[in-house]
């Protein structure tokens, strides 16, 4: 079974910055695809950033491409979301993802049997 725990949301004003990080155990890290999604109030999960088991094909949502940036380091079993630029429409819990089913990453939520409990991102204006 697979554990994912999230870390680094919190407050943060307009166009700052922050650094998500979630740590996998127990499984083969390496050969996950791993993804980010969030959840706003009042609103259905949506697909931030994914990346393939070895880290070479990314994809993300057209709300973040040029501001987020999804990256692995399987000898450490962790995935980040580095997040620049934000706005208060990015405010949200993010949660991580993995997928034993595949080595790409999918935007869609049921291709990723494993969840973190996820971690709050608010940002001020």
């Known amino acids: 079974q697979v554990q994912l725990v999230e870390s680094g949301g919190g407050l943060v004003q307009a166009g700052g910055s922050l650094r998500l990080s979630c740590a996998a155990s127990g499984g083969t890290f390496s050969s996950y695809a791993m993804g980010w999604f969030r959840q706003a109030p009042g609103k259905e999960r949506e697909f931030v950033a994914a990346?393939?088991?070895?880290?070479?094909?990314?994809s993300y949502a057209d709300s973040v491409k040029g501001r987020f940036t999804i990256s692995r380091d399987n000898a450490k079993n962790t995935v980040y979301l580095q997040m620049n630029n934000l706005t208060p429409e990015d405010t949200a819990i993010y949660y991580c993802?993995?997928?034993?089913?595949?080595?790409?990453?999918?935007?869609?939520?049921?291709?990723?049997?494993?969840w973190g409990q996820g971690t709050q991102v608010t940002v001020s204006s």
């Open positions: 990346i393939s088991s070895n880290g070479g094909i990314k």
């Open positions: 993802a993995a997928s034993d089913r595949y080595t790409s990453g999918r935007t869609y939520s049921h291709a990723y049997p494993y």
